[in-house]
């Protein structure tokens, strides 16, 4: 027995132990669990080791553990045992239409937590693929995801516990060209071979990773590589990338795992990256290009280098003040890829990642969705229980005793639970493709069938089947046999408060979760709707790529006149990034300031001429570019920009990047206009005229023509370059694509939400069953007396409104804290009003009238003599 009084397995746990085991085993048995139960409070924790003596307690509860009966007991008490769950199957048939509500009720609460469990689990999944995972780090600045070229050099001589540095840049959507096959291929990265084996990629063709060395080398996936070649072995063959580059094909690798942070279709060698660009840019120790990951040989070699990282950040940049690393956040950091899908919202991420906000929803929805359909399913049989009075105080008369009574209100409760689990298993699997669509997410069923999803789903079949009865079986049980058979109607008893706190608790959860919904919905539209500074509408981005760019490079104007010709098309215009894109960011200096002075940095954007009349764009000072005049570099700054530069004239200020590769004169001042997310706010941004540095062209259409445009558009194409390939994206919808997770969100929790108010009212419907049966003999005494219809109906329905209006109450500050917490990530937000908190109460108030309204109607307009009667 554990020494200290305080540190005690749980009582109850160890008496239900002592009470179901076998006398021959109980004390060696419980020295064994009471040494587990030490062992585990020494070793983690005591909240740890009452969990673990209390699945150990339940994991006894088993034939041979527990105590035998005499043959004559056993027999007789199978017979009994028997007909009690023959009783159970009756009372289920009996009360078809309760009996149905409640399971109905509790299986859809199960399938939809079981759905959103699956989505849980999916998210937190993330790169639990690969072996070494657990040892994995990104090594990047607190601000930035990328680095710099320079870094892993540095790392693998200042960083001598990490067995592995790697480094990854992005290679973009490239045209792929084989003899067979020519498209669009998205998600292509510069790779070196240590991240082929740090992330344990098998080769199933080829294996040359000396060969990865050398420049103009790639890997594909499998799928890649079965698009490109078919089921041909493509190792030494040739694929051209833009109309330009071959590169031999030298292995072929399985697939990225999709719940990876990594989405990757092919590797080309990390010594392209180097040979394709100057080594001004590859050494320079400020271009954020590149990824750098670290494998180390245990997690606490991870932990210890990040008490030390800030000073090799001072090792890294030793010509940079330490207060100006401090301003920039450089210091480096070594961050878990696991952590990365959920945590990490760094600059320039590699993939749009989740945010675990959206699993702290999610949970909550799941959570409070079971708790309602236990909650409801609780309350439907407690009174469907108490209503069998009568019958059990025959059964006392009889000689029944008080545990055979209390078997058989728990044998039906576990067999109602059980029936409504295996339901909501049914109805999970059927809705999975549907949620699947919903979410965007490749979830699959057999994730669900794990040791510790159906260890919860046992749990939950023990627990709500225990909670649903065991109000029933111990109250009516203890009752004497007379009074049990004077009348089976309770509305004093306890068990009405319980009835009304669990009402209330369900009611309060529905109008949170309905007001919830309603913010939801209003923040999206205002995210969707929200005027960003710039016309949005009937605008296509087109991609040029290879032959294709090279012609726009040296014909643009000429290509532009031919486009716009056509009365559909209003202007065209080049940028090298569309709105909503990563930018460029840059230091940019004025002329002659002060080199004492730290400036912000801008984003940057390179555009021709057309860019600013095509986008809408405001232009507040100076002018617009023009090609005659602006043959070199030339800028227009936003407001936030000539701000951040302390630019009291910004029209003829000349101004300079770090690099030295971009200087000129400010031409014009443009309105600031949202080209990021509205998470943000609006940054600095530079428009720089380099026509040659571009790849998208966007095309202003008339909106009542956009066939009639599109196809103007493919054709010209194809008649500067046959092979071109039309790839094409309309800008709204771009956006839209912004806040998708904020819409699949906004969907999830509006069809949950009305899902527990449905389920809510099954429950209503239930109890106002109950209530109006209970109550008949006062009904039709009313009547008598002359009370109306109405009278009835108001009298019926009175207490239920006051449970609601008590919920409307309480939701109101927890919705407006969760409001407050999920709209505190947005830069530009809806303001929050009284109106949004005072919808949802009243709309749950009619739907609960309208749903009591069948039973209250039917008893107000029932004949009192028959109510009597059957009284």
Request: charged share 20%; net charge negative.
């Amino acid at each position: 027995m554990p020494k200290t009084q305080n540190i005690t397995p749980p009582h109850w746990v160890l008496r239900f132990f002592r009470w179901f085991c076998n006398p021959d085993f109980v004390e060696d048995l419980e020295g064994d669990l009471f040494e587990r139960f030490e062992r585990r409070v020494d070793e983690n924790s005591l909240k740890a080791a009452k969990w673990g003596f209390t699945k150990d307690v339940i994991r006894l509860f088993r034939p041979g553990i527990i105590r035998p009966l005499t043959s004559s007991q056993n027999l007789n008490n199978m017979d009994m045992y028997t007909n009690y769950l023959k009783i159970a199957f009756r009372n289920i048939r009996k009360q078809r239409i309760s009996s149905s509500l409640n399971i109905l009720g509790l299986a859809l609460g199960i399938a939809s937590s079981l759905l959103i469990i699956l989505h849980l689990k999916s998210e937190l999944s993330y790169e639990n693929s690969y072996t070494n995972a657990d040892n994995i780090y990104r090594i990047s600045s607190l601000k930035w995801a990328k680095s710099s070229p320079p870094l892993k050099g540095f790392l693998e001589f200042h960083l001598p516990e990490a067995s592995r540095i790697s480094q990854v840049a992005a290679f973009g959507s490239q045209i792929v060209e084989t003899d067979d096959f020519k498209a669009e291929v998205e998600n292509g990265y510069y790779v070196d071979a240590e991240f082929l084996k740090m992330f344990d990629l098998d080769f199933l063709n080829g294996n040359s990773q000396s060969k990865f060395h050398e420049p103009y080398k790639i890997v594909l996936t499998e799928t890649m590589a079965n698009q490109f070649f078919g089921h041909k072995d493509p190792v030494g063959k040739v694929v051209i990338l833009n109309d330009r580059e071959e590169y031999e094909v030298i292995g072929v690798v399985q697939d990225l795992p999709k719940n990876s942070h990594l989405k990757m279709n092919y590797f080309v060698s990390m010594s392209t990256f180097y040979k394709q660009r100057p080594e001004s840019w590859t050494s320079n120790k400020n271009w954020m290009v590149t990824y750098t990951y670290a494998l180390f040989d245990d997690h606490q070699s991870a932990k210890y280098i990040n008490t030390r990282m800030q000073e090799v950040t001072y090792d890294f940049y030793p010509d940079d003040a330490k207060e100006e690393v401090d301003n920039a956040q450089a210091h480096f950091r070594a961050f878990p890829i696991k952590s990365i899908h959920l945590h990490s919202h760094k600059e320039q991420e590699m993939s749009a990642n989740s945010d675990i906000t959206f699993i702290y929803i999610f949970s909550a929805l799941a959570v409070f969705i079971i708790l309602i359909a236990c909650v409801n399913f609780i309350n439907i049989f407690t009174t469907q229980a108490i209503k069998r009075s009568k019958e059990v105080g025959v059964r006392k008369v009889l000689g029944a005793k008080k545990g055979q009574l209390v078997f058989q209100f728990l044998s039906e409760a576990f067999i109602t639970t059980l029936i409504a689990t295996m339901l909501g298993l049914f109805l999970a699997n059927l809705a999975l493709p549907a949620y699947n669509e919903l979410v965007d997410l490749p979830i699959s069923y057999s994730g669900l069938l794990t040791k510790t999803n159906i260890e919860i789903l046992v749990g939950l079949v023990l627990i709500v089947g225990f909670l649903s009865g065991t109000y029933p079986a111990f109250y009516i049980a203890r009752q004497s046999s007379v009074l049990s058979q004077k009348s089976d109607k309770t509305p004093n008893s306890i068990g009405v408060l319980i009835r009304k706190v669990l009402v209330v608790f369900q009611f309060t959860v529905s109008i949170t979760l309905l007001t919830s919904t309603l913010i939801l919905l209003l923040q999206t539209n205002y995210l969707k709707s929200k005027d960003l500074g710039f016309n949005k509408d009937q605008v296509v981005a087109i991609k040029s790529y290879g032959a294709f760019r090279t012609y726009l490079a040296e014909h643009w104007e000429i290509f532009h006149s031919e486009l716009t010709q056509h009365t559909s098309i209003l202007n065209a215009a080049l940028a090298s990034n569309l709105i909503g894109d990563n930018l460029s960011v840059e230091h940019f200096t004025p002329q002659g300031a002060d080199p004492g002075i730290d400036y912000p940095s801008s984003r940057v954007m390179r555009v021709d001429d057309n860019y600013i009349k095509t986008m809408g764009i405001s232009l507040l000072e100076g002018r617009d570019f023009v090609t005659t005049q602006d043959s070199i570099d030339a800028f227009v700054l936003n407001k936030k920009a000539v701000e951040s530069l302390g630019l009291e004239n910004p029209i003829g200020a000349i101004i300079e990047n770090s690099s030295g590769e971009a200087k000129g004169e400010i031409v014009g001042v443009i309105d600031d206009f949202h080209f990021t997310s509205l998470h943000d706010q609006i940054e600095p941004l530079i428009l720089s005229y380099k026509p040659e540095w571009t790849n998208q062209i966007l095309v202003k259409l008339e909106g009542s023509r956009i066939e009639e445009s599109m196809a103007q558009i493919e054709s010209k194409i194809k008649e500067v370059s046959p092979d071109a390939i039309f790839d094409y994206q309309f800008l709204d919808s771009r956006l839209d694509d912004m806040y998708k997770a904020e819409t699949n969100m906004s969907k999830i929790v509006n069809a949950f939400s009305v899902l527990a108010i449905f389920i809510s009212g099954l429950g209503l419907f239930g109890l106002m069953a109950y209530v109006t049966e209970i109550r008949t003999k006062e009904i039709g005494i009313r009547k008598v007396l002359g009370a109306s219809g109405l009278k009835i109906v108001s009298i019926l329905t009175g207490n239920f409104t006051k449970l609601i209006l008590l919920s409307m109450v309480i939701s109101i500050p927890a919705s407006y804290f969760l409001a407050q917490n999920w709209l505190a990530q947005f830069a530009f937000k809806i303001d929050l009003s009284w109106w949004m908190f005072g919808v949802a109460g009243p709309v749950i108030l009619v739907f609960a009238l309208v749903t009591i309204s069948f039973q209250t109607f039917k008893a107000a307009l029932a004949n009192p003599i028959d109510a009597l009667r059957n009284e």
